[in-house]
């Protein structure tokens, strides 16, 4: 199985922040790199597929860079509703697995 | 719009099996797979397995193969996720997701908590 890992497990921003999450895989994957956004009690929401391609309804303050095996995701701005956990995922093979989150705390 | 609307919280004793549905509405459930991941108590996203709508295939992670089924129910669109032999670590909250391609996850159902507890 490809492991993920993400970096750091949790940060501290304030709004307004430009903040930055690190994805690292064990191996090559490509760009088959996804990131999910989860908010406490909620199911994840997609945020960025295929490294770079943001989901539809998302705003462009999310960006995504990489490839190969390390990987980027960027909030330029950080608004009161990023406040969450981040979770990237590799869909390169079977099984697909996820970093073990980042979560994005209030400074 | 696309929904993915799952059953009620379960509580299970350990030696049970629980069922999860995942009733999908606003495109063609055919089209797409479904997906389930579940989620422990304050940890991370693990992959349980996919099932083809579309022709009924379905691939497990191997850890669990034995124990988890997946089947669905065209005529109604929804699907249903069995797992046996309940632990106390397969205490986690279910979802369902649309599988848009490979393994990327377009749309989440808001998720069914299974406790195991004797």
């Known amino acids: 199985d490809i492991q993920m890992t993400q970096s750091p497990s949790s940060l501290s921003a304030s709004v307004g922040d430009r903040v930055t999450i690190t994805c690292r895989a064990s191996?090559?994957?490509?760009?088959?790199l996804n990131w999910y956004q989860q908010k406490p009690g909620k199911a994840p929401k997609l945020l960025i597929y295929g490294t770079f391609s943001l989901q539809s309804g998302v705003p462009s303050r999310f960006s995504g860079s990489g490839s190969g095996t390390d990987f980027t995701l960027t909030i330029s701005s950080l608004q009161p509703e990023d406040f969450a956990t981040y979770y990237c995922?590799?869909?390169?093979?079977?099984?697909?697995?996820f970093g073990q989150g980042t979560k994005v705390e209030i400074k | 719009q696309v929904q993915l609307v799952q059953s009620g919280a379960e509580v299970k004793k350990p030696g049970a099996s629980v069922k999860v549905s995942c009733k999908a509405s606003g495109y063609t459930f055919t089209s797409y797979g479904l997906g389930w991941v579940r989620q422990a108590p304050g940890q991370g996203l693990q992959w349980m397995g996919w099932?083809?709508?579309?022709?009924?295939?379905?691939n497990s992670a191997q850890k669990l193969q034995g124990r988890v089924t997946m089947t669905t129910d065209t005529s109604a669109s929804t699907a249903y996720m069995e797992l046996r032999s309940l632990r106390s670590d397969d205490t986690a909250v279910y979802y369902c997701?649309?599988?848009?391609?490979?393994?990327?996850?377009?749309?989440w159902g808001q998720g069914t908590l299974v406790a195991v507890s004797s």
């Open positions: 995922q590799q869909s390169y093979s079977t099984p697909p697995t």
């Open positions: 099932i083809n709508a579309y022709n009924n295939n379905t």
């Open positions: 997701a649309r599988r848009l391609r490979r393994g990327l996850f377009d749309y």
């Open positions: 191996q090559s994957i490509s760009t088959f």
